[in-house]
């Protein structure tokens, strides 16, 4: 007669050497319970202060419903003070160009991928510079191209 199946006992530390993988998934497991204890705690002290912040808002005056209120990120600086002003300034020098190919000549000499980010901050830099007067633009044959003021 052959047995069928063999019934395997539930601690599975009779085979040797998955006793340090058990140790190790133990070990990162507790890590990472801590881990998820402190951001929790952190948290909820974000809870508070948010609290805090809509209460001092309704003292202040404040109509609307705080927590309509849109969270914003954390603004990323990609460049340093007036950086991104020479380097458009720069690269008009060359050549008028279109916004876009400005913002390809910027993050080809960066090294950079993040095309949206980058453009959207040339366009706002072109819009000051065209303001204060150091840029215009030049509606010619080619579409709008900026160049420098004269």
């Not at 951001?39 to 003292?59: E, G, H, P, S």
């Not at 005056?61 to 991104?84: H, M, S, T, V």
């Not at 300034?89 to 980010?117: S, T």
Request: proline share 4%.
């Amino acid at each position: 007669m052959y047995q069928t199946h063999q019934v395997l006992p539930n601690d599975i530390s009779y085979i040797p050497r998955m006793e340090h993988t058990i140790f190790g998934l133990i070990k990162k497991r507790g890590e990472i319970a801590g881990q998820h204890k402190v951001a929790m705690k952190a948290a909820d002290n974000l809870k508070a202060d948010l609290d805090a912040i809509d209460r001092a808002l309704v003292l202040c005056g404040y109509q609307d419903d705080p927590k309509a209120i849109a969270p914003r990120g954390k603004y990323k600086q990609l460049f340093g003070r007036n950086e991104l002003k020479l380097k458009i300034i720069n690269a008009l020098r060359v050549a008028p160009a279109d916004d876009e190919a400005i913002a390809a000549q910027i993050m080809a000499a960066k090294g950079w991928n993040i095309h949206a980010d980058v453009l959207k901050r040339v366009r706002d830099a072109l819009q000051r510079a065209q303001k204060d007067g150091h840029v215009v633009q030049d509606f010619g044959p080619d579409g709008c191209l900026w160049r420098l003021a004269q």
